[in-house]
């Protein structure tokens, strides 16, 4: 494996800070250049380019988070009753939710919050970015 940090380093400091924070370290050194390829995507449906990972059209945003979608999409997502997924609280809302049935993660940050599309149909955010972890890594 190609990058910045080797396998039994990554997964250390994925166990001491935890796969989230871990997760946004790591995509934010790839973001940077600095560990992996800025222009490697995970699959054929999630690129991280500048596309929606849902419509694939283009975004108003600068995408540094997998499988990010754009806000016309993020505006039709709803909860798992079929509600219009909100912001509750600062940093509380609704996981996971639903754009046109494809299932996304929200991850709630500093009064807003990023949502990103689910390839792997995971049971919490957690392991989400521990799937987008493993997957990115053995592709590296």
Known sequence: MSGLLPGLLQEGLAN???WTAFAELSYFLRYAGLFGGREKGLSSNIKRDDACSIC???SDHANSYYG???RGCDRRAVDALGQKAVLTEPEVGPNPVY???IKCWRRYRFGGFVTMRDEFDCDTLEEFYQKWHEAS???D
Do not use: E, K
């Open 137 to 139: 890594s053995a592709r």
């Open 99 to 101: 754009v046109d049935g």
């Open 56 to 58: 694939h059209g283009p």
């Open 16 to 18: 001491r800070l935890g």
């Open 68 to 70: 990010r979608i754009c």
